[in-house]
């Protein structure tokens, strides 16, 4: 197991009749920790996002509302998303299953969706590869009526850019995402952070309902990996083929009984995103260090140049970057 990890990669949720003080006060976060976008999202007219990550709070004010802090429609209540990234952003100091048992405690509230994730990060157990030679073979059984693969190639080589599984609708309220994961990082990443080579996620997506009661099993103190198994279980088995014409008595493949057994056994990760501007730092000095020193070298130890390259970077800079600076102040200064 040591290769295994269950985290929480997306909390959505909507807090019926509550103002922004109360929403505050239940993320145990600061109004002025957030800054208002250009536009809201999903009917809500109104956005703030933290400046320290990706948690996205959605409400809808009155038009002649002075003060938005508390002249909000309760009826629409607060919508807020942290997604897969701001789960880790937001456990630097928080506690992702402190605020679900925050949240449950409240007379109105809704959970949209609950993302749980198992990650393989050698490939060993969950391996793309296997899964979608046995899927392509029929060596599996679902309560899915439907399976998809999406990839993506690079032109010039056609290598893959990005390979996706989904079982069942991703418009129902379950399903299950198996996805390459080294590839999803290499894409998104400016290869400042080391990536594992042979990385793995498989993804249940719980929404309505079906996120709602996973959230009393969190509750009721229900570990993560016997609720994610349960689902597992009851939805999809990969099977090993025999002669026997009826493949519901082919028996369940090697690997996906120990899966089963060791998500069984996991605790919740609370995964804490990685100090980034320690990451970048760290790459500057492996990656391109000697480049920056050659350079130094040939204009006689002028450095007008670097301050000009940096001056044109700090007009460039992109929401994760700024992120990045939030948050390696806030570790400065906590």
């Known amino acids: 197991m040591k290769n295994l ?31 208002p976008l250009a536009k809201g999202r999903y009917g809500y007219n109104h956005q703030l996002k933290w ?40 456990s630097v100091n928080h506690d992702l299953l402190d605020l679900i048992h925050r949240l449950h405690k409240q007379d109105r509230i809704n959970f949209s969706r609950i993302d749980l994730a198992i990650d393989d990060f050698e490939s060993e157990i969950i391996s793309y ?25 690079q032109t010039s ?19 299950c995402r198996v996805y390459d ?55 999809l088995r990969f099977l ?6 009826n493949k519901a008595r082919w028996p369940s493949a090697p690997w996906w009984d120990r899966l089963l057994s060791d998500v069984d056994k996991l605790q919740l990760t609370i995964k ?19 480049t920056l020193s050659a350079i130094m070298k040939a204009q006689g130890g002028d450095l007008a140049w670097l301050r000009s390259i940096l001056v044109k970077g700090s007009k460039r800079l992109s929401q994760k970057h700024k992120d990045a600076i939030n948050q390696y102040m806030k570790g400065m200064t906590a």
């Open 181 to 235: 994961k080294t590839l999803e990082r290499k894409a998104k990443s400016d290869a400042e952070s080391d990536i594992p080579r042979r990385w793995t996620r498989l993804e249940v997506v719980y929404r309505k309902d079906r996120a709602s009661k996973l959230a009393e099993y969190i509750v009721k103190g229900i570990p993560i990996g016997h609720a994610l198994r349960g689902t597992l279980k009851q939805y």
């Open 51 to 90: 400046n320290d990550g990706n948690v996205f709070i959605m409400f809808t004010a009155k038009d002649d509302a002075a003060d938005i802090n508390t002249l909000i429609d309760l009826k629409a209540g607060v919508h807020v998303i942290v997604s897969g990234q701001g789960c880790r952003q937001y």
């Open 129 to 153: 590869d296997k899964i979608n030679k046995a899927a392509k073979q029929g060596c599996f059984t679902s309560r899915w009526s439907k399976w998809d693969e999406i990839c993506s190639r």
């Open 5 to 35: 990890s269950v985290i929480i990669d997306w909390l959505e949720f909507t807090m019926l009749h509550t103002d922004l003080t109360q929403a505050m006060k239940i993320l145990d976060l600061d109004w002025d920790t957030f800054s």
């Open 240 to 245: 090993t083929k025999t002669n026997d014409s």
């Open 272 to 290: 804490k995103e990685a100090r980034t501007i320690d990451d970048m730092t760290e790459w500057i000095d492996q990656q391109i260090s000697p």
């Open 157 to 175: 080589d056609n290598s893959y850019l990005g390979r996706t599984m989904y079982f069942g609708s991703q418009a129902s309220d379950l399903f």
